[in-house]
């Protein structure tokens, strides 16, 4: 059972432009989520996280903005640089489950130069 | 610092036979978390281990296992070999439970012949 949900396996987005990449959960529980970001034979490195206190949080270029009613969470990347092109996971947990975080599939980021 | 490392890097077994994995998380992490990815599937949680105890289990068989030594390095078994537990299996260190932000290594990848 997917508690988290990243529907588009892919998105190419040209540079400059915002790239907007989504997720979805569906256990009402969690409360910390993140974003990592991984490169080809590299293992995922942290990118931004949120609380389910925060709807938003900003680093930089990325942005992650989180619906707690649609249980919804977004990584905008503004603007997006050829070296972004990698594959972007979402991660939820909750403080019940200690370090039990679950996963989204992943989508794949192409940056167009 | 050092990273996360992982030993081996591939793998290649037969149905039936064992294998163990070998993680070395970052100097001074004592949570240790293991994960297996599938295309499709993204990341699934395996089991995380804090000052040499598992804490936390994710929903896979019992052949697989795992241990933690005191020095924090921890070991992932696998037996009985399936075709589908060919996978990258990632190791992630923090340091403490319950910490968000986790460091991967860069993965094991194991292929069942």
């Known amino acids: 059972d997917q508690q988290v949900k990243q529907n588009s396996p892919s998105l190419s987005v040209q540079e400059g432009r915002i790239s907007i990449l989504n997720c979805d959960y569906t256990n009402s529980m969690f409360d910390y989520f993140l974003w990592y970001k991984k490169y080809p034979a590299e293992g995922p490195t942290f990118l931004i996280s949120i609380s389910s206190i925060k709807d938003k949080n900003e680093d930089g270029r990325f942005t992650v903005f989180l619906n707690k009613s649609a249980k919804h969470l977004s990584l905008h990347i503004v603007p997006s640089q050829p070296g972004d092109s990698a594959v972007y996971f979402c991660?939820?947990?909750?403080?019940?489950?200690?370090?039990?975080?679950?996963f989204g599939t992943g989508t794949s980021l192409t940056v167009i130069p | 610092k050092a990273g996360v490392t992982q030993t081996p890097r591939y793998l290649i077994k037969t149905r039936g036979q064992q294998v163990t994995l070998s993680c070395s998380p970052i100097s001074g992490h004592r949570s240790v978390s293991w994960y297996q990815q599938t295309p499709g599937q993204g990341l699934q949680f395996l089991f995380e281990?804090?000052?040499?105890?598992?804490?936390n289990k994710g929903n896979f068989p019992g052949r697989f296992s795992g241990r933690q030594f005191s020095n924090s390095r921890s070991e992932m078994n696998v037996s009985t070999l399936e075709l589908g537990d060919s996978a990258l299996y990632l190791c992630?260190?923090?340091?403490?439970?319950?910490?968000?932000?986790?460091?991967f290594g860069p993965g094991t990848r194991l292929t069942v012949l």
């Open positions: 992630a260190s923090s340091f403490r439970q319950g910490a968000g932000e986790q460091f």
């Open positions: 281990y804090f000052s040499e105890t598992q804490r």
């Open positions: 991660a939820a947990s909750s403080t019940n489950t200690g370090n039990q975080f679950y």
